[in-house]
């Protein structure tokens, strides 16, 4: 008994599932770190493809008969690919949106340390939030909800189709949203600390205007905001996680 093998159907059907999965994987939170080398995403990006190949075959469009209709589909794929990667990577930024705010509040805005997570300096709560979540997305195996997110997009997002832009866009600016919001409701026992502290130091002020009260309270503000931030700090967590847990099932 003979196998055969259409090679051209198979070259089309590896290019079409690793441009969406390589661009994805080039974005997706935890797998697409500066700190990880760009060959070894790609590797990974590759033997993922590889792996969900066989069951995303089914659902892939009929070989084009042109180059340009192969590169045309190679090019979607890739461009959805994008799309849900940065929508991924957008609700970690929550983190730096939450880490700047905390930091502001607790008086460690100026307090600067390189960020391995956003590729730049940040505040020192934004660089620990960061580096946290990406710990605990790997702790918790929400790593395998996002990678099955990944290859369930097709059901959402059938390949070969040209995308609803329109949705895609409401899509996109509702995660933004909810990015900035998650940053906001993490960092919110921050938040009211700050106001209810700086309002008690400005009554101080105009009772002992002689004395330098914001200077004297300054490591008060430190010390009360860090314990304020461990206290919380699981809740924040829970939060996060929650959140991109709602991201994955709306692509599978």
Request: no cysteine.
């Amino acid at each position: 008994m003979l196998i055969t093998f259409d090679l051209p159907a198979i070259v089309f059907a590896a290019a079409l599932v690793f441009a969406r999965m390589g661009a994805i994987l080039m974005l997706l939170p935890g797998f697409a770190e500066p700190g990880i080398p760009v060959r070894i995403r790609l590797s990974f990006a590759l033997a993922f493809s590889f792996a969900i190949g066989p069951v995303i075959a089914p659902l892939l469009p009929e070989q084009p008969s042109t180059l340009s209709g192969l590169a045309g589909y190679v090019a979607g794929e890739a461009v959805i690919g994008l799309m849900i990667g940065a929508a991924a990577r957008m609700l970690l930024s929550a983190a730096a949106v939450a880490g700047q705010v905390i930091g502001y509040q607790s008086g460690l805005a100026m307090a600067q340390a390189f960020d391995p997570a956003q590729g730049q300096t940040g505040a020192l709560p934004a660089t620990f939030l960061n580096l946290l979540f990406i710990l605990l997305l790997f702790t918790t195996n929400l790593h395998h909800l996002l990678l099955q997110a990944a290859a369930g997009s097709y059901a959402l997002m059938p390949a070969g189709e040209v995308p609803m832009w329109g949705d895609a866009a409401q899509w996109a600016l509702e995660l933004f949203i909810a990015a900035f919001t998650i940053g906001i409701q993490i960092a919110a026992p921050l938040v009211l600390f700050g106001l209810v502290f700086y309002l008690g130091l400005g009554v101080l002020s105009k009772m002992m205007p002689q004395v330098q009260i914001f200077f004297i309270a300054m490591p008060v503000n430190i010390l009360l905001g860090f314990s304020i931030f461990a206290i919380a700090l699981g809740t924040m967590a829970m939060v996060w996680l929650e959140r991109v847990e709602a991201f994955t099932a709306t692509l599978m």
